[in-house]
Nanobody, 120 residues
């Protein structure tokens, strides 16, 4: 079974920075896409950023120029560097990964979520 463990959330003032990490564990053969999503109270979960195994990235328009996603394939880990944080970035951030584990079985899993709160 593949599991994702997120860390790095917390409380930060507007304009500040946080770095989220997400490490995948289990009998993993390869991970294709790793991504960060967020869900604010009363809103739907939305994509924040994603990165392929070949380091192609995709960002939500609202975070372009402020957030940077990166990954370490050898560690099955993805990061989200968040700078110039705004009040509207407050949400629970979820990590997602898809790929293949032993015997070629496909997986798509979510982390438990980490709270990011931006204060004025």
């Amino acid at each position: 079974q593949v599991q994702l463990m997120e860390s790095g959330g917390g409380l930060v003032q507007a304009g500040g920075s946080l770095r989220l990490s997400c490490a995948a564990s289990g009998r993993i053969i390869s991970i294709n896409v790793m991504g960060w999503y967020r869900q604010a109270p009363g809103k739907q979960r939305e994509l924040v950023a994603s990165i392929t195994r070949g380091d192609s990235t995709n960002y939500a328009d609202s975070v372009k120029g402020r957030f940077t996603i990166s990954r370490e394939n050898a560690k099955n880990t993805v990061y989200l560097q968040m700078n110039s944080l705004k009040l509207e970035d407050t949400a629970v951030y979820y990590c997602n990964a898809d790929g293949n584990r032993e015997y070629g079985t496909y997986f798509n899993v979510w982390g438990q979520g980490t709270q990011v709160t931006v204060s004025s």
